[in-house]
């Protein structure tokens, strides 16, 4: 029995484009289109693809920085009613936001260079429980160590900090209010890779300790391989390959799955020999009519640049292809 804490159904995102300034839009982009998914309480859920694929866009969708064309998405809260998020009543969502927290990529710009420490983590505090003084104090320092920083921190600013301690102090900021579920957008990708490892274990801990759910926003395969329960593979605004991490990295069925994998760097020259030279991946065009990939598929037919595909499930992968199920 799967337990989901989020619902994601026929979500949209399009932003206008075209018109001028006085002028009607004439076309739109696509960010985010028709795109349909369940997170399951406990689990880490991945989120794929390259630069462009519309995956941050869809980590803010949910998030209600933007607001999305159409859909619905609906938040499970542990011993609560669902909630529909997209159209809800700003101030009666202020209670959610306490359960739903997001990890920016950049912890440079993510955080307010003119605040403390204590200010950055303990502005939530103040507004969910009233807060103030020493029990903020308290309740910061216990956050800092936490995340495996010093409590002698609390009045530092940012600039103080290296990069990898920032995305710990917005991992802390995160875990403030006590989440259920947490957005990572690209949370490793601006850290060396020794800082990625520790601040990767860093969130498996934290997930374990506080019985979270993580929605994990990431271009880079390697990471989520090691992190990741299922993984959603998006390409111009679609979910392309929805599948357990072990069957995605064992048998991809998407071509454009096939073509992420077999572009990850491999060190061993041994085993890079008999590997298939990697399709381009995309330079953002998509055919109007059919698959979105057809343009840069190695085994498009004329029927994938006519006809959409509907979506397939084979081996319990969900998957946009006409040909899912082998050439």
């Not at 399009?14 to 001028?20: E, M, R, T």
């Not at 028709?34 to 880490?44: A, D, K, L, M, P």
């Not at 306490?98 to 502005?123: A, C, H, K, T």
Request: aromatic content about 6%; glycine content about 8%.
């Amino acid at each position: 029995m799967t337990d989901p804490i989020l619902q994601v159904q026929d979500l949209d995102m399009h932003f206008p484009i075209g018109g001028g300034f006085f002028g009607k839009s004439t076309d739109v982009v696509r960010a985010v289109d028709n795109i349909s998914f369940e997170v399951n309480r406990g689990e880490t859920f991945g989120v794929v693809g390259e630069s462009g694929s519309g995956k941050t866009t869809l980590g803010r969708c949910i998030m209600q920085i933007l607001e999305p064309t159409n859909g619905s998405i609906r938040f499970h809260g542990k011993g609560k009613s669902p909630v529909e998020l997209v159209g809800g009543d700003k101030k009666a969502l202020r209670g959610i936001w306490q359960d739903i927290r997001m990890v920016f990529q950049d912890p440079q710009s993510s955080l307010n260079p003119r605040l403390r420490v204590i200010e950055l983590i303990g502005q939530s505090l103040r507004k969910a429980e009233g807060l103030s003084g020493q029990e903020l104090a308290d309740r910061v320092s216990v956050l800092l160590e936490q995340v495996g920083l010093r409590k002698e921190f609390l009045l530092r600013f940012p600039n103080a900090f290296s990069g990898g301690q920032r995305q710990r102090l917005g991992i802390a900021r995160a875990l403030a209010t006590n989440p259920e579920l947490i957005i990572a957008d690209e949370a490793v990708s601006a850290l060396d890779v020794s800082i990625q490892a520790q601040t990767l274990n860093l969130l498996q801990d934290l997930q374990e300790q506080f019985d979270l759910t993580y929605v994990f926003i990431a271009h880079d395969l390697a990471v989520v391989e090691h992190v990741c329960d299922r993984i959603a593979v998006m390409y111009l605004g679609q979910i392309v390959e929805l599948s357990t991490t072990q069957e995605l990295f064992r048998n991809p069925k998407h071509p454009y799955t096939r073509a992420l994998l077999e572009a990850v760097p491999i060190p061993d020259p041994r085993a890079r020999r008999g590997k298939r030279t990697p399709v381009a991946i995309s330079d953002g065009s998509a055919s109007a009519a059919g698959c979105r990939f057809a343009t840069r598929c190695p085994n498009a037919t004329d029927l994938c640049r006519k006809t959409a595909p509907p979506k397939q499930t084979v081996n319990a992968a969900d998957v946009l292809c006409h040909f899912a199920g082998g050439i």
